[in-house]
């Protein structure tokens, strides 16, 4: 990792790596699976069925972390497959 990077990443700019674990993301992975037979999901009900707040900063960043794993992937209109 370069310096300008690693002094980016100490300043709160953007990460090299998702904020979550593999594990702690497949958690989104895992409730589609669960929830709705791997079908599409919007934001709310997958919220919703983790018992988040669609809105919290922690569920957005876990959804982010598991499409950079390839856990997952958004879809048209919001959905996450």
Do not use: C, W
Request: no cysteine; charged share 25%.
């Amino acid at each position: 990792m370069s310096e300008q990077t690693e002094t980016k990443n100490k300043k709160g700019g953007s990460r090299a790596y998702p904020k979550f674990s593999l594990k702690d993301s497949l958690r989104i992975a895992e409730s589609i699976r669960d929830n709705n037979n791997l079908q599409p999901f919007d934001r709310i009900t997958l919220a919703k069925s983790m018992n988040y707040s669609p809105n919290s900063s922690g569920f957005r960043q876990m959804i982010t972390a598991s499409a950079a794993y390839g856990l997952t992937q958004v879809m048209q209109q919001k959905k996450f497959h």
